[in-house]
């Protein structure tokens, strides 16, 4: 009878040890499923706001201000605005005020997403993205999450919804050794020649086709030592006969405006 209780004590407690080394790695699965989970949704995450991050042509946001709402102005009109935002633990990305589709699934929830602009003149704005991402469980045994903190910076060319300003004043547009391309295909540069819809111009300033002088914009200028060489078409009345003038210096250092009629 004895032997008979010791043998099932000892059979017992083989038993629980079993369970217990069961239950163990039941919980390392478990973490190691709950941790795939956030790191695999993490990194997603990262990939897809870095891309339109680098894609956009401008962060609209104040610069080193903390926002849960990144909002990107983008060169393809499909996309603009594109707008990546958290909402009840879910990040979604919105473009052209179309419907939000969510950045992330249901196995993991993220408490806290921040998005922050940095400038970097004369170089391109910056993007530091700070954001938390925990496995979606009421167990605590699988509870698993990590934040990550990165800086993005822009690399596309740059569209502009505004008006442009300098950081500073006053700074060049472009230098010789980097000069623009064709500006809209009509403006042209060749060395420190200017070409209007002549693509290779050879004088300071070349026109493919007329040019008109309009007097609309203002009244004709003082003819002095500032105004000399200026050319000015004299607009007159209906029933007279319009006038050019030009701004010339006399021998004896006086100026005036000489009149060319046309008959």
């Known amino acids: ?14 038993v629980i ?3 217990g080394i069961f239950v163990e790695v039941l919980g390392v699965q478990g973490k190691q499923t709950s941790s795939a989970a ?15 991050v680098e894609l956009s042509s401008y962060v609209s946001s104040t610069v080193d201000v903390s926002t849960s709402t990144l909002i990107l102005r983008m060169p393809q009109q499909a996309i603009d605005p594109t707008v990546i935002s958290l909402s009840g633990g879910v990040v979604y990305l919105t473009q052209a005020s179309g419907t939000p589709t969510a950045l992330t699934s249901n196995r993991v929830t993220v408490p806290s997403l921040s998005f922050t602009r940095h400038a970097n003149p004369p170089g391109h704005d910056s993007v530091s993205v700070a954001f938390t ?13 990590q934040a990550l903190q990165t800086s993005i ?8 919804d505004s008006a442009i300003y300098p950081s500073s004043s006053p700074l060049p ?8 391309s064709p500006i809209n295909g009509v403006l042209y540069f060749q060395n420190s020649n200017v070409g209007v819809g ?6 300071p300033l070349e026109v493919n086709g007329g040019v008109r002088l309009n007097t609309a914009v203002g009244n004709k200028p003082g ?18 006969t319009d006038t050019i003038q030009l701004c010339v210096e006399y021998p004896n250092g006086t100026y005036n405006w000489v009149t060319g009629a046309f008959q």
């Not at 032997?3 to 407690?13: G, H, P, S």
């Not at 200026?230 to 607009?235: D, G, S």
């Open 1 to 14: 009878m004895i032997e008979l209780l010791i043998a099932t004590a000892i059979f017992t407690m083989v």
């Open 17 to 19: 040890a079993v369970i």
């Open 38 to 52: 956030v790191n695999e949704e993490s990194q997603a995450l990262l990939q897809r706001i870095q891309y339109y």
């Open 133 to 145: 991402v925990a496995f979606a469980t009421s167990n605590i045994k699988q509870a698993f999450s």
């Open 153 to 160: 910076t822009r690399v596309s060319a740059a569209n502009f």
């Open 173 to 180: 547009l472009g230098q010789s050794s980097g000069l623009w």
């Open 198 to 203: 002549a693509a290779s111009p050879q004088q």
């Open 223 to 240: 003819c002095n030592s500032n105004s000399r060489g200026t050319l000015f078409f004299n607009e007159l009345a209906t029933g007279a």
